[in-house]
């Protein structure tokens, strides 16, 4: 079975009113799902959800990454971001692949420290708070994962320290983040607002960045 790797990020910003978080408006869809798609051959997965965020949103965006053991003094190779979320979801045939195949979806957190685009986003985009995400069209999946994040992104994005190392690659424009504390971020993974654990089948979100991409 063809797999090809996939990426996507929840895009959260800081209102005066709280946090909200960024969906695009899906052309052909007509649902409002986070940005995301196809890994390219020349980018990490980590680069490529920073991109698809500024392709799709027009916003510069950062990547809280999630944690990880700290390499060893003197390891000689750059470190790039972890997901928060990696999913294998069976999708039809696309522009890339002319079969029924694999996405591998690397989910990302971001945050964007300014709401206002910096370039035209592609699709149409919009800030939403978790009150408004119950009357949005979404898909269960990506509503799941934005339920859980919502409660701790606060949280979560004060712990990332700012001056720390830059594990998302050069598309950050010179932005270095750290990953918030292992004990924090164990904390989330074990609340019962981690809906990611839950055993559905995840076939709505991937399967959106494979249309997403089919679209450019």
């Keep these: ?9 929840f895009v959260f910003c800081e209102f ?5 978080l960024g969906l695009i408006e899906h052309p052909r869809l007509h649902k409002r799902m986070i940005v995301g798609g196809h890994v390219e051959c020349d980018e ?13 949103s027009g916003l510069v965006v950062w990547l809280l990454t999630a944690p990880s053991p700290a390499l060893p ?15 294998e979801v069976m999708v039809p045939a696309d522009n890339h692949v002319s079969e029924p195949h694999v996405h591998v979806d690397h989910q990302y957190v971001a945050i964007a420290d300014s709401p206002v685009p910096v370039s035209e986003p592609a699709q149409p985009f919009g800030w939403f708070s978790v009150e408004e995400l119950a009357d949005l069209p979404m898909f269960e999946d990506t509503l799941l994962l934005a ?6 992104i606060g949280s979560l994005a004060a712990a990332a320290e700012r001056d720390g190392e830059d594990l998302s690659g050069e598309r950050m424009s010179g932005a270095q983040r750290r990953s918030p504390p292992i004990s924090q971020t164990r904390e989330f993974l074990s609340t019962p607002a981690g809906a990611w654990r839950s055993n559905r089948p995840l076939g709505t979100h991937s ?7 089919m679209t450019r």
């Design 1 to 9: 079975m063809i797999k090809h790797a996939t990426a996507s990020a």
């Design 207 to 213: 399967s959106r960045v494979s249309t997403a991409t």
């Design 147 to 152: 339920r859980a994040l919502f409660p701790r």
């Design 44 to 56: 990490t997965q980590a680069e490529a959800a920073v991109r698809e965020a500024a392709e799709e």
């Design 16 to 20: 005066p009113q709280g946090w909200r």
């Design 73 to 87: 003094p003197g390891y000689p190779h750059e470190r790039v971001a972890a997901p928060w979320w990696i999913t």
